[in-house]
């Protein structure tokens, strides 16, 4: 065993770190929400150039990278720094176009790791809940065509996304497992109304209208009606790296934190002083430390069987959940006052921890899913 | 013991729920049953509705207005009016000065300001806080300085809630800055239309300016605003506290949140059904609602315990610390049962102010916003650290 990164790993950290560190301090990232863009098309240009999104693909796949443990460096320092950027749609969307891609489809891929092309995955929908194979929109075969109809609900960046990696259902009943394809979507695509808004954590986000969107048979992306699997593996990516995002911003938290605790005087002495503050940011240090170890157990089991991978991910997902809001609670607590403010970065760590739970299944959900996989 | 409601009891809350049926308009009950801001008009209707009843100060003595209800028709009332989903009446004037005007104003104060709190002509707000004066109040640092028939302030307060709307504050200032600093201070009514308040807000977590910091500049305050003697205020900034208190278990808010929460859970699908039949999430439920039906019957014995017209003393330390933590964790259940339509901030919506649909069901748009907001509960009034500390000390004797 060793639990050291490569070389190179350490390299993309650091220089990442650096990066962020001088670009992405709390104020510019305020004034970036407070202005009403989605994100910094700058701040993402140069992400895509310290190879930050070529990380998230094997080479095969045209990058130099896609392993767990990438993944895990890259979001830990997205999170740390509160990074809005869409570098997680690379994962999952992009993630399922370079791993079912065949032809000209492969093409995208490259786009999408020179940051030029921006795809999102549209999966979710009102009545799914965190269910991937909950997909009530439809895709019906029309003579040469195939035809979209649905409506998709929170779609990360689907309002600045180029192309939308759908799931519909070709076969089956709403929640069955079979007969879920996903098929690439131009927005552009008549019929298709794409409507953004902003989610809690800062983070663009949309609701997508399908009404009788016609494709061409190339649009469907891998096998008719076998999607969920390479959904679920997507997803599973998407999981390290959102989990590995909040142990990020978990530890910056913290350290805002330890920071304020020694800063911040009452009665005449710092209140960290008080032990009913030091035991709880003892416990918090031993969360968050079994926050980075499920994340590493999940980073390295990414690539094995499913039943494995599966109950790592859920794992993960449910130790993180209840750790970042332990953290996110604690810290403010722990803060007064001043930990409430917007104008104070601890808020918005906060929140993106408490959305973090919200994406792709929250403590309860994994929790019962993990049983469920064990069990099976 | 006998813990069933008498006939009167039962027959004040069937007058409670008739007269709220009637009174309280459609539009405003909505805006509290989904959890939108209310302006500032909104919660004045409410309080001058309360008013044309004489139901706006449960517990004031009759001579001044109020109702002089006890322990079980205060309860009566508030789970009512929550249920109703009727907003909160603001406490600054009603439960936080008024009692201190009672037992230490003088017969002016109490003729001047009591009924301008009934009629909403003033609308105060509470200026204890200051940047380095949180948990430990007493470290105050604002000063007043007497000159002729005036003091002279000058200094800041913070974290002041509704501040923006308010036109008067009741402050706690330095007036000895040489004596042991619990005993230089005072209790100081403060107009905040003289020259030289300002006014700044502070955006908050939930994206809403909740509360405010208030900058005093050479403000000249007539020495009749004094309440009680001067360098005594301590004596009264803590009696106002346990006051602040009473209602602190937030036993009709938990009532109605649990309710809200039963009935979206009753109807999100988790699964293939609904998320209250799921295992996990309905023993969280019923292990919030369990901790509520006895935090109801914990705070009705400490509250009544009191003597008539007085506040509860350290054992609403108890009251505090349970009941915000029911509070929150409710509020956690209900983000939580919203699944990833809890996801969208939606402020248009929350102000009110346009008429764009919500995204998602209902009580979808208002669940992390109120979730966040009321981390406040376990914060202000005295942190529940600090309200700990006061168990150990006045309760446990360590
Ligand atoms: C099963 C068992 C095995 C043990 N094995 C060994 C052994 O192999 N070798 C050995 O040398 N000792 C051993 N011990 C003794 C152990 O180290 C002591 O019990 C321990 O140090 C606590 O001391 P105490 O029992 O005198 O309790 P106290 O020190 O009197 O503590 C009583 C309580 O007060 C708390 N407390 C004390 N000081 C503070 C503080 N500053 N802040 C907050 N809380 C505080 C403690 O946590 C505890 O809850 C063992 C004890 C047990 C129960
Ligand atoms: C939303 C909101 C509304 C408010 N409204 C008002 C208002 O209208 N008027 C007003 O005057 N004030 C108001 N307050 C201020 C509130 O009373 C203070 O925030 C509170 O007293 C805590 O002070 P602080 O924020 O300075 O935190 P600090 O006192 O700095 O405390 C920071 C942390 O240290 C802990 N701590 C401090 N001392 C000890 C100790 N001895 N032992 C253990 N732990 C300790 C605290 O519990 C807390 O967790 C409001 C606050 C909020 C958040």
Known sequence: ?376 | MDLNYTREEQAFRTEVRQWLKETLPHELREKVRLGKRLAKADMELWHSLLNARGWLAPNWPRAYGGCEWNAVQRHIFEEEACLAHAPRSLPFGLTMLAPVLLAFGTEDQRQRFLPRILNGQDWWCQGYSEPGAGSDLAAVKTRAVRDGGHYVVNGQKTWTTLGQHANWIFCLVRTDPDAKKQEGISFLLIDMDTPGVTVRPIVLIDGEPEVNEVFFDNVRVPAENLVGEENKGWTYAKYLLTHERTNIAGVGFSTALLTTLKHVAGRVNSGGRPLAENPHFAARMAQAEIDLMAMATTNLRVVSAAAKGQAPGAESSMLKVKGTVIRQELTSLLRRAMGPDALPFQPDFLDGGSNAAALGPDHAAAAAPSYFNMRKLSIFGGSNEVQRTIITKAILGL
């Open chain 1, 1 to 376: 065993m060793d639990f050291n990164l490569t070389e190179e790993r350490m390299m993309l950290r650091d220089t990442l770190r650096r990066f962020l560190a001088d670009k992405y301090a709390h104020e510019n990232r305020r004034s970036l929400i407070a202005s009403g863009e989605p994100y910094d098309t700058g701040i993402y240009a140069g992400l895509a150039e310290l190879g930050v999104l070529g990380g998230m693909f094997r080479e095969d796949q045209g990058g130099f990278g896609g392993e767990g443990f990438d993944l895990m460096v890259v979001f830990e320092e997205l999170g740390r720094a509160g990074v809005i950027e869409p570098v997680l749609p690379a994962v999952l969307a992009g993630g399922l176009i370079a791993a079912s891609g065949k032809g000209r489809q492969r093409g995208l891929a490259d786009e999408i790791i020179a940051g030029t092309h921006l795809a999102a995955l549209a999966q979710g929908e009102a009545g799914s809940r965190y269910d991937l194979n909950h997909v009530e929109t439809t895709a019906a075969a029309e003579g040469d065509a195939i035809v979209l109809n649905g409506i998709k609900t929170h779609v990360l960046y689907g309002a600045e996304a180029q192309t939308l990696v759908v799931s519909a259902r070709e076969a089956g009943a709403v929640a069955d497992a079979a007969g879920i394809s996903l098929f690439l979507v131009p927005v552009n695509t008549p019929g298709v109304t794409v409507s953004g808004h902003r989610n809690m954590d800062g983070i663009p986000s949309a609701t997508v209208a399908l009404e009788g969107v016609r494709l061409a048979e190339t649009a469907r992306l891998g096998a008719a009606g076998g999607g969920l699997e390479a959904l679920e593996a997507a997803v599973a990516r998407g999981l390290a790296a959102i989990c590995a995002e909040a142990l990020g911003a978990m530890e910056a938290a913290k350290d805002l934190t330890i920071s304020y605790l020694k800063e911040r005087k009452q009665f005449g002495m710092p209140i960290g002083k008080f032990q009913a503050l030091q035991h709880r940011m003892a416990d918090m240090l031993i969360e968050v430390e079994q926050a980075r170890s499920v994340v590493i157990n999940l980073a390295s089991n990414l690539d094995q069987p499913r039943a494995l991978r599966e109950s790592h991910a859920s794992a993960a997902k449910n130790l993180v959940g209840r750790a970042g809001a332990l953290v996110a609670e604690e810290c403010i607590q722990m803060h007064g006052g001043i930990g409430m403010t917007d104008e104070y970065a601890l808020s918005h760590f906060a929140r993106r921890l408490t959305m973090i739970d919200h994406l792709f299944g929250d403590t309860d959900y994994h929790l019962e899913r993990f049983i469920a996989l064990k069990a099976g």
